[in-house]
């Protein structure tokens, strides 16, 4: 890397450690408590930057700050304020590449390198680059920390919130729910032990059939709910039927749950869940009321090949899961 690149060097205090290990300690598995100290660190440090700059931000918004995206994801964002998520991506000493995990790819304004030092008393901001679509990126790619602050402290081409009104599943192509009965799963779909159950004070149960499931996956979703301190959770629980008479092909049985998550007992109010058709035509609908622990949908089922999709919506914030079986 050119070293003769603008960078800024920020002495890592107490209090970001002590930040950082109440983060830690909330995750039981080594290399997640690990990576979540690391990221800890780095959105510490470039926080202190920004601020330094005279920019406004606002950690408790982030993804990074939510105990249970960081459970579900390698998030290290920090929410500018009037500019969106910056991607803060701590990185070895003697590292060339700084990497950048692929659920980060989609809604992020910049991804920052911060070289922490061994002893973790220091954290060097070395650059940024503006988008990605790629996990590895060369350090001597980066821009200089003078475009980084032009860059945030240009005008968007639209009006940024902690997240956008109307947000489109991170994935563009379908969730293959037969392929879930093979164990091939997206990565965004956890197992419910990895992101609910290490969360304090949860309570989880999938009812009667659904016990059965030969699957039970939980991805975390973002309406906006974290402005609150609150996220919820999309459960999708999957057992094979047997043929009916009419027809040879095995069918799936599907239940569709939303919980709260975060440490949270009720959803909040007015949270609305659909089932639609591929074309737009809503079959179900349920809503949430004050002190709701969940909420489903009738249970379903459906055919190899057949498509569906799954809405949340609260307020004027919505996403659609798009899933074949």
């Known amino acids: 890397m050119d070293l003769s690149m603008e960078y800024f060097v920020v002495l890592l205090s107490a209090s970001a450690h002590q930040q950082a290990e109440q983060f830690r300690q909330r995750h039981r598995q080594p290399l997640k408590a690990q990576q979540v100290y690391l990221n800890t660190l780095a959105v510490s440090a470039v926080e202190f930057y920004l601020q330094c700059m005279g920019l406004k931000t606002n950690w408790s918004v982030s993804q990074s700050y939510d105990p249970v995206w960081q459970a579900a994801m390698d998030v290290a964002d920090l929410w500018i304020c009037d500019r969106g998520r910056l991607e803060c991506r701590p990185i070895l000493p003697e590292a060339t590449v700084m990497t950048i995990a692929p659920e980060t790819w989609s809604d992020r304004c ?12 220091t954290a060097t901001i070395l650059g940024f680059t503006e988008t990605t679509g790629v ?29 956008s009104t109307t947000v489109t599943s991170q ?10 009965l093979q164990n091939r799963v997206e990565a965004s779909w956890q197992t419910l032990e990895t992101l609910l159950f290490p969360q304090p004070g949860l309570s989880l149960s999938l009812r009667t059939e659904a016990d059965a499931a030969t699957v ?67 079959l179900q609908e349920v809503q949430s009321r004050m ?31 798009k899933f074949v079986i």
Do not use: M
Request: aromatic letters at 6%.
């Open 216 to 282: 039970k996956r939980a991805k975390l979703i973002d309406l906006s709910i974290q402005l609150d301190r609150q996220t919820v959770a999309l459960l999708v629980a999957i057992v094979p039927t047997k043929p009916s008479p009419a027809s040879t092909q095995t069918g799936i049985e599907i239940l569709v749950q939303v919980h709260p998550t975060g440490g949270a007992n009720f959803l909040p109010a007015d949270l609305v869940i659909g089932l639609y058709t591929e074309t737009g035509d809503r």
């Open 135 to 163: 996990e590895i990126f060369p350090l001597e790619k980066l821009r200089s920390l003078d475009e980084l602050l032009i860059h945030l402290q240009s005008p968007p081409t639209a009006a940024i919130h902690p997240v």
């Open 291 to 321: 002190q709701d622990n969940y909420i489903q949908l009738r249970r379903f089922r459906g055919v190899p090949g057949e498509h569906f999709d799954i809405q949340l919506t609260w307020g004027e914030a919505s996403i659609r899961e």
């Open 110 to 121: 910049g991804y920052v390198a911060v070289q922490l030092e061994p002893s973790l008393q």
């Open 171 to 180: 994935f563009t192509q379908r969730i293959c729910l037969s392929q879930w």
